[in-house]
């Protein structure tokens, strides 16, 4: 029996964090046996939080929340009306393992893998379990996951089951069970090492002195498996995301960048001639091992699913001929069907002559006669799962009489379809929650890599908690609540790196691994970037202006105003505007236009449309992009919600939002001119960003300078505020404001950072960096840049700045009207030349090779 304590020493001592906990009858507890008994590994947990208090627990929890939202730590919740990622939350009170009871829960794990390896071999192999009868045809050939066409592959040397999760839940009898086989792509080892970190920062004493057992062991097993796959040192390995729509696509930037591999998608690789290559600005290199994150059906559209567009046309082709290894193999994920787990322990017997130390629940399998009558009279006691993809687990008892009857007629008209499973309650641990510890029910994903002929078992995993108290069921995905599972050592741990002992360095050119599509990405991230600070600038510009107390105003004040406005249209391209048609009534009432161009996130061209495109672009490529800039891009998505949330109807209102974005922009710029690497990528961010702050001068020169008011050095004053060099004027000419000295200063001096000329300059020499691929003569990039530089200073600003008897001027307006086509023409020269637009090729007519079974 299992020593124990009482808690009215220690617990009950902790003032309101700890005197209301009950035990939930009927329940395992992971800490208590009971009301008053905690469990011996506990102890020094509750001692600690007895010395913090409840108020520093609070703060250590804030502070966990602000780390994981700084860090961009996010999980997409299905059904989400926003469709926005959710910052993912961690209960500051980790869940505690002992190490002998790990030590037996790690022997299930490893030899559920053993057994899981065996039978995925037999089924795209020999296929003995089907002939002898172990498990029925139907429930294989009825299951989408089991793919023809991967029939008689060879997976690697050793394991085919390479990466493998275990959804384990405690029984009220504290039995661990095996709920759930994750195969094709084992989703949550990325968060729980997120977690381990934040938790080691939050609660660095505690977590030193627990003795917890680390995780570095377990990635740095995976990354030398997947060397070894390659069969060769300078292997490439990537790792294949379907993209930042997928809910866990955080997990893929991050593990991405903790192991070293370059993150591509589906569009960034191709098949030629038998072999996987990756489309990169030097050309296809070739690609050795894929570490995918993109369910097996998904991942060629040739062979597998027609209507993907998130895999690589020819994948399937390049593994049967053994050119490239996944990881996981494709067509894995049949281990995944439910219905297995009704058949589990003959198969076990079987393949391994004993029985599972780590069970699975009661399972009937509909598709025999006798399971599906059990499983239709007690519908109200069983959870019903279907083996087709993309249906959701049904709990019997929470539906009424006319729901189980409908349930019931489904599972007649389709039994094979359906599965029946007796899934016991979940066990409860201790939460942080309303300033006091609660019990919650909780579930531990457990994960597992190859290792030569054994298996590696993460110590711990990620927890995952019920939301609220009555959850002891349903815990599962859907809930991004979770814990750090910390396996408590009875010594002090070994320190581990992911960083390699000595050996040869081998080099690999920044360039060589920059796919085209980040290179895209890149691009339009600095547009963004800069298209956002200049509406910013003018639109504060304007804010100011209306805000001036004029009870009367001068025709030149308004003259100036409405110049202003329209210029507001000109830049951000929200036409109608103030220039199309009803122009004279939003000009003479121009606030709810200018708050569309605020905050109506449907309408291109707007702020906050144009800041959540430069959100979008940051986390298509956040694998590339540092821990600190990323906690930039955080504090502009926060700022982006706080003024989507604005309810106030008036502009000056919205004047501290403003400065608040041009602050966290200008620091965006900082981190991407210093603390990015000056390789392929960041010409590629730096190009965007000149070519935007180009194109938006030419559109604001044309919009204030080329039709002329009576007296328009005020405007002239304006247009030096908005691009931040009003005192680099007054130092540099110490006179009054003139539009020729305005114009050398804005639009031909290459000293300004805010000048066109400066821009084009600047342009020339990161276009130079681009690859060139031998090419004797100037690329059309170059001789684009060349001849805007050239236009641009030959020009006579005095001829410039002269005014025509109707108040133009034309030479100006002609010079800007070139700029911004030769502007326009270096874009798409650019996109034609380094950016991937190919499309995939598709399966028009269904082929590959087809199996009996």
């Not at 039995?175 to 759930?180: G, K, L, M, N, S």
């Not at 570490?291 to 059906?297: I, S």
């Not at 991407?672 to 000149?690: A, C, D, K, P, V």
């Not at 604001?700 to 002239?716: E, K």
Request: hydrophobic content about 40%; overall charge negative.
């Amino acid at each position: 029996m299992q020593e124990t304590h009482d808690l009215s020493g220690s617990l009950n001592t902790l003032d309101e964090l700890g005197s209301h906990y009950k035990c939930i009858g009927g329940l395992f507890d992971e800490m208590c046996v009971n009301d008053n008994q905690i469990r011996p590994h506990w102890e020094y947990l509750i001692q600690s939080l007895k010395t913090l208090g409840t108020r520093e627990l609070e703060l250590r929890l804030q502070e966990a929340h602000r780390l994981l939202r700084n860090n961009g730590v996010t999980y997409n919740v299905f059904g989400d009306p926003q469709g926005r990622d959710r910052t993912w939350q961690l209960d500051p009170i980790p869940l505690l393992i002992s190490s002998e009871e790990w030590a037996t829960v790690e022997r299930g794990l490893v030899q559920r893998a053993e057994l899981m390896n065996l039978l995925i071999a037999d089924l795209y192999g020999p296929r003995q379990t089907l002939q002898k009868g172990l498990l029925p045809i139907e429930l294989i050939a009825n299951y989408p996951g089991f793919l023809r066409p991967c029939h008689g592959i060879n997976f690697s040397k050793h394991h085919h089951l390479l990466l493998y999760a275990v959804d384990l839940i405690r029984s009220p009898e504290g039995r661990f069970w095996a709920i759930a086989d994750r195969t094709q792509a084992p989703a949550g080892a990325g968060y729980a090492l997120e977690n381990r970190l934040v938790m080691s920062r939050i609660l660095p004493g505690l977590f030193r002195d627990s003795h917890v057992h680390r995780l570095a062991l377990f990635f740095r097993t995976l990354r030398t498996t997947l060397a070894q796959l390659s069969g060769h040192q300078d292997h490439r390995i990537v790792l294949l995301s379907s993209g930042p729509e997928h809910e866990t696509y955080f997990e893929h930037a991050y593990l991405a960048k903790y192991l070293g591999y370059t993150l591509v998608q589906g569009a960034d690789l191709t098949v030629r001639e038998g072999k996987v290559r990756l489309r990169t600005l030097d050309g296809l290199q070739p690609i050795d091992v894929i570490l995918r994150r993109v369910d097996d059906l998904l991942c060629d559209p040739l062979e597998l699913d027609p209507n993907s567009h998130l895999g690589v046309a020819g994948l399937t082709q390049a593994v049967r001929m053994g050119n490239v290894v996944m990881a996981n193999p494709l067509g894995i994920g049949v281990l995944e069907n439910p219905g297995l787990l009704a058949f589990i322990n003959p198969l076990a017997q079987y393949f391994l002559g004993e029985d599972l130390l780590i069970p699975s629940p009661t399972t009937w399998w509909c598709g025999q006669r006798q399971a599906c009558d059990y499983v239709l009279t007690h519908l109200d006691k069983l959870v019903i799962k279907s083996i087709q993809l993309g249906k959701s687990a049904v709990h019997g008892q929470f539906l009424s009489e006319p729901q189980r009857e409908q349930l019931r007629e489904q599972i007649r008209a389709r039994p094979q379809w359906f599965v029946g499973i007796e899934e016991p309650p979940r066990s409860t641990a201790p939460i942080f929650i309303e300033g006091r510890l609660q019990p919650r029910p909780v579930i531990l994903r457990s994960f597992l890599v190859s290792c030569d002929h054994h298996y590696q078992v993460m110590p711990g995993g990620l927890t995952r908690i019920a939301a609220d108290g009555d959850s002891f069921y349903t815990v599962g995905q859907s809930e991004n609540l979770s814990k750090d599972t910390w396996v408590l050592a009875s010594e002090p741990v070994v320190q581990l790196t992911l960083l390699p002992s000595v050996q040869p360095i081998i080099r690999f050119e920044g360039q060589r691994e920059l796919p085209s599509r980040v290179a895209e990405n890149l691009f339009w991230l600095g547009r963004y970037a800069e298209r956002a600070e200049g509406t910013i600038r003018l639109l504060r510009t304007v804010s100011f202006y209306l805000s001036e107390p004029y009870d009367f105003p001068t025709p030149q004040q308004q003259a100036c105003l409405q110049t202003l406005l329209r210029a507001v249209t000109y830049l951000t391209q929200t036409y109608p505007g103030f220039v199309g048609e009803g122009a004279e009534a939003t000009l003479a009432l121009p606030e709810k236009e200018l708050l569309s161009v605020f905050l109506d996130k449907n309408r291109f061209g707007s702020l906050s449309s144009t800041l959540q495109s430069l959100l979008n672009a940051a986390r298509s490529v956040r694998d590339r992009i540092s821990l600190d800039l990323w906690h930039v891009i955080s504090d502009i998505d926060e700022q982006l919600q706080s003024l989507q949330q604005s309810t106030s109807l008036r502009i000056d209102d919205l004047l501290d939002e403003l400065d608040n974005l041009i602050h966290a922009l200008a620091a965006f710029a900082g981190f991407s001119i210093e603390n990015i690497t000056h390789e392929m990528g960041w010409h590629f961010l730096l190009i965007g960003r000149r070519l935007e702050r180009a194109t938006q001068s030419t559109y604001l020169l044309q919009a204030l300078l080329t039709h002329v008011i009576v007296d328009d050095a005020v405007l002239l004053e304006y247009l030096l505020v908005i691009t931040d060099s009003l005192l680099t004027y007054r130092r540099r000419y110490r006179s009054q404001v003139q539009v020729n000295a305005v114009l050398e200063l804005i639009l031909q001096s290459e000293s300004n950072p805010r000048s066109v000329g400066y821009q084009l300059e600047s342009l020339q020499r990161h276009i130079r960096e681009l690859p060139r691929h031998d090419v004797p003569y100037h690329s059309a990039e170059e001789r684009l840049i060349l001849e805007a530089l050239t236009q641009l200073r030959l020009a006579d600003v005095d001829q410039l700045a002269q005014v025509t008897d109707n108040y133009l001027r034309p030479s100006l307006n002609q010079l800007l009207l070139k700029l911004g086509q030769n502007l326009a023409d270096l874009s798409n020269a650019l996109s034609n030349s380094y950016f991937s637009h190919a499309e995939q090729p598709h399966q028009l007519v269904r082929f590959g090779t087809e199996v009996e079974i």
